[in-house]
């Protein structure tokens, strides 16, 4: 089986812990990445650029870094790690230009799902620009 890098910056290790072992036979490959600025330049190099963020890891300026990140690399995907899971919040991130959240305790079924999403939207050839009829 092929494996497909999946990177993660988080501040709680326990997360690459639990992730890898949710995700133990299937295709990804979890690379956990020590500092907030490893990130732009592994987003950059991803073959696939997904990325789960703990917005812990970056501090009360989460959505400043998602948004520096998502610009680094056009149909990165970025998905929000998180203990609270509501609308409010879901819409932020979108707002932001992220992706998605996972919520801990993380479910497998979860955890596949929404990576499966993101997978097949970083791979689709979005345009740039919509074009108006009328």
Known sequence: ?????????????????????LLQDTPWE?????????????LKAAAVPMLLFDSDAAGPHWREEMRALIKSRRNACVILLTN???????E???????????????????????????YAHCRTPWPKTIARSG
């Open 30 to 42: 979890l690379e956990a990445l020590p500092q907030i600025e490893d990130v732009a330049a592994a």
């Open 84 to 90: 609270v899971s509501d609308q409010y919040l879901w």
């Open 92 to 118: 932020e991130v979108v707002q932001h230009g992220g992706f998605d959240l996972l919520t801990r305790p993380f479910r497998r079924e979860q955890v596949l799902s929404t990576l499966l999403f993101a």
């Open 1 to 21: 089986m092929r494996k497909i890098s999946l990177l993660m910056i988080t501040s709680r290790p326990e997360d690459g812990e639990e992730l890898k072992e």
